[in-house]
């Protein structure tokens, strides 16, 4: 590290921004929304140490598990716009109030962007009002949030991480404008106490800590002080172990969640950015920051669609993460950046779950795209083809244009969901079935329905959760032939699974093996869009469970046979027809079930029998 002197700039040409702006109708547009939203925070920005501040996953309906939108003029208020419910209580409260924080983070980096195109001294003044704020109450900020994850400004520590990367990033701006002295205190007062703070708490390889230890390495390179950087990069939890021990052989992050994997490697793309403004060697690090970015290009559907396993937010696309492929396209250019970024805007544009007023992403993309992006990218096809991948326990098949995606197995608990041989199926710009993934951690639905394995495109034993198995093994896979054949053992104590696919374009052959020296109750489930038609006649039944997501099947029927049967759901202008052989003392029950909010409900077809373990053999055609 060469001192706090700035090498090369966080935008190489501010005249081409300005020149895009003043050219291109989409840059105008982000240009214009960046400009309202920041100036309302500049001119009515208004912290109060007396605010405590809570956990963001509380900002989520108790009516309808809608997440509430955030508005940043009416704390207290907390209305859901998808049902209307009033949510009142201190929980949400103080969800707003680490909203509030965070939006006014954002803005300092967004005030920064906009001093650096107008000069406009009014945009170092609102930074400097925030900075100002901590520094002079820092001592008597308070949080309530789950312990072992308290923090200092934001709630718990990860959002504090978040805010002084956002911070710094605003900062280094109008850094020329800030005097020694200022410097100084903002560094004595908040930043040395943050860093202490954040980096007592990273303690295993987790995206949390990723988060917190790149606020420490940003904070030592703007200040100049290189023990900060050296904290951030080594030790056993430090930036180089996590990304060694963290990342599989693929690319993929351990926790096997793309939402993750996204959240993990973005505060190392701007870690990355900063060590080349400040001329910070980084031993290796660009090469797996760099993979980790290819990685999803691979295995995201044809209409931008990412497969959603474990935790994360519902229905993600590249659209929700083009601001960090501008990143990553500005620190190694790759055509695999340019292939995701021609599937992030306009016609792929689909809305995000961002909290508050601030747009993250938009049609035209978001303040990313202005600094780094343009207006077309080259957005050729890439090679995407079946594939396994061992490290990560996924695979992806793909003939013409249907594809599914199967994860067989764990690499860690964290974030995991109960769900080992869940399928997700796209075919012709349909995502027939996908996973729903989860929402708030605060929310019933995600308790009660979106991490258990009943919501999920796999078999359930005696009614009951899996048990979390760690890594899948794949005993046969054949890519020219898009099959593959894999186990999952101790799924159940003394239960293994073992699935077959075999994809054809239109058409996946699908074998499902429970295996068993003892009898069980085994339950097949598939999820699916569209209305749902059945060849069998079906009665109403009573709910057939209390717990484990049971109580949420909705319009529940049933038919019992020992005969074949096929069932399917129709779009306007497709359908999926399921058919499966059939087994003496078969249960038959379809339903409705939740999607990321109780307003959204697809249906669904559990099959039930009873022995020392079952064989479900399954067609799937889409027509």
């Known amino acids: 590290m060469k001192g706090t002197s700035v090498n090369v700039s966080y935008v190489q040409d501010w005249r081409a921004v300005q020149e895009k702006i003043r050219t291109e109708a989409w840059a105008k547009t982000v240009y214009d929304t960046l400009l309202e939203t920041t100036e309302w925070w500049v001119h009515h920005y208004a912290d109060d140490p007396e605010r405590i501040t809570g956990w963001g996953h509380n900002y989520f309906c108790e009516a309808c598990g809608s997440r509430i939108d955030f508005e940043r003029e009416a704390p207290h208020v907390n209305s859901c716009q998808s049902c209307g419910h009033a949510n009142k209580g201190a929980r949400f409260d103080q969800a707003w109030n680490y909203l509030y924080r965070d939006e006014a983070h954002k803005h300092v980096f967004y005030a920064g962007v906009l001093y650096r195109l107008t000069g406009d001294d009014r945009y170092p003044a609102y930074i400097r009002s925030v900075l100002s704020f901590y520094c002079d109450h820092y001592e008597q900020l308070q949080v309530d949030v789950p312990p072992g994850y308290v923090g200092k400004i934001a ?95 693929e690319g993929f992050w351990y926790e096997g969640s793309f939402h993750y994997h996204f959240y993990c490697v973005e505060p190392f793309t701007y870690f990355l950015l900063f060590a080349r403004m400040y001329d910070v060697a980084c031993k290796g690090m660009d090469e797996i920051v760099k993979r980790m970015y290819v990685f999803p290009a691979e295995l995201v559907f044809d209409n931008g669609v990412f497969p959603n396993p474990n935790d994360g937010w519902p ?208 339950d097949w489930l598939f999820h699916c869009q569209g209305k749902m038609e059945t060849e069998f006649e079906t009665q109403q039944c009573a709910p057939i469970g209390s717990e484990f997501g049971y109580q949420h099947l909705m319009n529940l029927r049933v038919c019992s046979t020992s005969d074949s049967w096929s069932i399917r759901w129709v779009l306007a202008e497709r359908t999926l027809t399921l058919r499966m052989e059939g087994c003496i003392g078969t249960d038959i029950y379809v339903f409705e079930g939740y999607e990321d909010t109780t307003a959204k409900k697809r249906s669904g077809v559990l099959v039930r029998r009873h022995g020392c373990g079952a064989v479900y053999r399954a067609v799937y055609t889409i027509e």
């Open 155 to 249: 709630g718990i520590d990860l959002c504090d991480a978040v805010g002084m990367i956002w911070l710094l990033q605003g900062m280094v701006m109008i850094k020329e404008t800030l005097s020694t002295a200022e410097l100084e205190r903002y560094k004595s007062k908040l930043f040395d106490p943050q860093v202490e703070l954040l980096n007592s708490h990273c303690t295993s390889i987790h995206n949390i800590s990723c988060w917190m230890k790149a606020a420490v390495g940003m904070t030592g390179m703007f200040f100049g002080d290189r023990s900060y950087v050296e904290r951030a990069l080594e030790g056993p939890f430090g930036l180089l172990r996590q990304l060694q021990e963290g990342v599989t052989a």
């Open 315 to 522: 229905n993600i696309a590249l659209t929700h993460y083009a601001g960090q492929y501008e990143y990553a396209n500005r620190l190694f250019p790759d055509p695999a950046f340019e292939y995701a970024l021609s599937r992030s805007y306009e016609a792929y544009y689909r809305p995000t779950m961002a909290y508050g007023g601030m747009i993250e992403n938009s049609p035209e993309g978001w303040v990313q795209r202005l600094l780094f992006g343009k207006g077309k990218y080259a957005g050729e096809e890439m090679l995407r083809v079946t594939k396994n991948y061992p490290a990560s326990n996924i695979c992806s098949l793909r003939a013409g244009k249907t594809t599914l995606f199967m994860k067989y197995g764990l690499n860690t608990r964290s974030h995991a969901h109960p769900d080992l041989m869940n399928i997700e199926l796209f075919d012709a710009d349909c995502l027939w079935s996908h996973d729903i993934s989860s929402n708030g951690y605060g929310s019933f639905l995600f308790l009660e329905w979106q991490r258990k394995t009943i919501a999920h495109n796999t078999v359930i034993v005696d009614g009951v959760d899996q048990v979390c198995s760690e890594r899948g093994v794949v005993e046969q896979f054949e890519p020219e032939r898009n099959r593959i054949r894999a186990k999952a053992k101790d799924v159940y104590p003394g239960v293994d699974y073992v699935r077959e696919i075999h994809l054809q374009e239109g058409y996946i052959s699908d074998t499902f093996e429970v295996i068993s020296a003892d009898e069980h109750q085994t």
